[in-house]
């Protein structure tokens, strides 16, 4: 008698999905499994997309190394010699250390004036995520915290840093500042606050920091050393990842419509057992599997529990759709813009560029500058001297752009540069690139956070496999681990990253391959 090989069928061929396929079949038990990788797009990659524009390679989506030390993404780069390139590459000189700041206007801002509000806010930041930092002179943030109520978020704590600031420095001044129009000194202390709260958004996809939860700051874990780009592409690592995997293994084009599975079932179908997980395509085709690991983004695990979807059938326990629901998801897109080369043909000298603008409510805005670009912080060339400029969108703007043409984009910025910066009067867009990762039916957005409402018990929560097979001494019993989940949602401490993501895939495929080193087969 031939004994059926565990078929395990992963869906989606991001980081995840493509780390765990990697594990199953590099393991020693590999010619135990039948292995397929089933990804609803034309590519792998996920959420990592590196391309070129213009001639120079930029990155759609994931774009940094969060600490060297520690990172198996880094410690692939190094091993395939993606961490060097002849060719130049997106922010290969790292984020600049001398931005020229622009108030609305066309007003400099000097960095005396700058730094002291930066400082603030980064070491408030340093006290959300658990360093013990001295924030400012007169600003104690154990007592910003312990004054706050309730389910306290990392926006309202900041907010309040910065009025304790205020009143341990006189109110900030009500006066205007030589120079700067009509602008006050305590207006533009809270302007470039703002900016930096929208760098912040940029990180965490979190439409507001006040969606974004106080506690669960301190459970996210980062690793040390440097943050850095890699210079080859962020696809280079997913690509020696699949490079081992047979052809025929990862199956594009197959995007999943329905995943059936047996809750307290029995995997007994008129006396001949079956496999107890079935995957219905789009097409119409499907597909049975013992394990289906789901990759999916939490933006599609949250359509496919929603009223007029049933990603699931039957659907998931209430408890899991709870934490779908409670944990938050945003979108963050990036928008590149090629500038017009100058007569005299020279190198370009775009600054990097932060900018502070008027709140989108008041009666100083210039009435020119386009709502969606008042949330964004920086417009800065992709390394020095080249000619494509960068800015990120993040929540309702980074939504709006998807919806706007190249057109109405490159006047956008040609306006708000030339507001800024009155030597650009003449400065053009040729080209536009932004991102779409709101709208994109596979990804629905781009990373997860633990929003106000939610914890780290969620992300858990999220993470167990199905069924829970809790009472297996009452008959009949599920099949066990029928549905895992992995990807960057579903890691306590390092979600929203590709790591994150990638340990997930590990954690998944070591579920399996401990699964049946003790059952044996």
Request: contains cysteine; charged residues 20%; glycine residues 10%.
């Given at each position: ?8 069928v ?22 135990l ?134 009143a ?18 305590k ?66 084009g ?44 939490l ?31 945003g ?6 813009l ?20 008027h ?48 057109e ?38 781009s ?18 496999p199905?069924?829970e ?52 087969i």
């Amino acid at each position: 008698m031939v004994t059926k090989k565990p078929r395990i069928v992963i869906v989606g061929a991001g980081m995840a999905g493509i780390t765990a396929a990697n594990k199953l079949y590099s393991s020693d038990s590999a010619q135990l499994f039948d292995v397929s990788v089933v990804e609803g797009g034309a590519r792998i990659g996920g959420r990592i997309s590196s391309s070129e524009f213009c001639g120079d390679r930029i990155e759609q989506g994931a774009t940094w190394i969060h600490g060297i030390e520690g990172s198996p993404v880094h410690e692939i780069a190094r091993q395939i010699n993606s961490l060097h390139s002849d060719q130049p590459w997106e922010c290969m000189d790292g984020i600049s250390e001398a931005p020229v700041t622009m108030a609305e206007g066309g007003h400099v801002l000097k960095p005396s004036f700058v730094d002291p509000i930066s400082s603030l806010f980064k070491n408030l930041m340093d006290f959300v995520q658990g360093s013990p930092v001295d924030i400012a002179d007169g600003v104690v943030g154990a007592e910003i915290a312990d004054n706050c109520a309730g389910n306290l978020s990392v926006g309202s704590f900041l907010r309040r840093g910065l009025e304790a600031y205020w009143a341990a420095n006189g109110g900030g001044g009500g006066k205007g500042l030589e120079g700067v129009g009509n602008w006050s000194r305590k207006s533009l202390q809270e302007a470039i606050f703002s900016m930096h709260e929208s760098i912040q958004r940029t990180f965490t996809s979190a439409d507001d920091l006040c969606c974004l939860d106080y506690n669960a700051e301190r459970d996210y874990v980062m690793f040390p050393g440097d943050e850095i780009t890699i210079a080859k592409g962020y696809s280079t690592v997913i690509e020696h990842l699949a490079s081992v995997l047979p052809a025929g293994m990862i199956q594009l084009g197959r995007e999943v419509d329905r995943i059936e599975w047996r809750n307290g079932k029995s995997s007994e179908v008129d006396g001949t057992t079956t496999p107890p997980v079935k995957l219905h395509f789009v097409d119409g085709s499907t597909m049975s599997a013992d394990h289906v690991i789901v990759t999916v983004s939490l933006g599609v695990l949250k359509r496919g529990i929603s009223q007029d979807s049933s990603l699931f059938d039957p659907p998931l326990p209430n408890h899991k759709n709870e934490a779908i629901s409670k944990l938050g998801y945003g979108v963050v897109n990036k928008v590149f813009l090629q500038l017009s080369p100058p007569e005299n043909q020279e190198p370009s000298n775009f600054p990097f560029l932060q900018m502070v603008f008027h709140p989108p409510d008041s009666e100083s805005k210039n009435p020119d500058l386009p709502q969606w670009i008042r949330r964004t912080s920086f417009l800065s060339p992709i390394y020095t001297n080249s000619r494509i400029v960068l800015s990120w969108f993040t929540g309702q703007e980074a939504l709006e752009i998807e919806s706007l043409s190249d057109e109405e984009i490159s006047i956008g910025f040609k306006k708000t540069v030339s507001n800024l910066l009155f030597e650009a009067e003449g400065i053009k867009f040729d080209k536009v690139l932004r991102t779409k990762w709101g709208t994109n039916p596979l990804f629905l957005g781009s990373y997860s956070y633990v929003a106000v409402g939610s914890s780290i018990d969620d992300i858990d929560t999220l993470a167990e496999p199905l069924p829970e097979n809790k009472n297996l001494d009452l008959p009949p019993p599920s099949p066990p681990l029928q549905i895992l989940f992995a990807g960057e949602a579903t890691h306590r401490t390092h979600y929203s990253t590709t790591h994150g993501a990638y340990f997930s895939g590990l954690r998944e495929a070591n579920r399996l391959l401990k699964h049946y080193s003790c059952i044996g087969i």
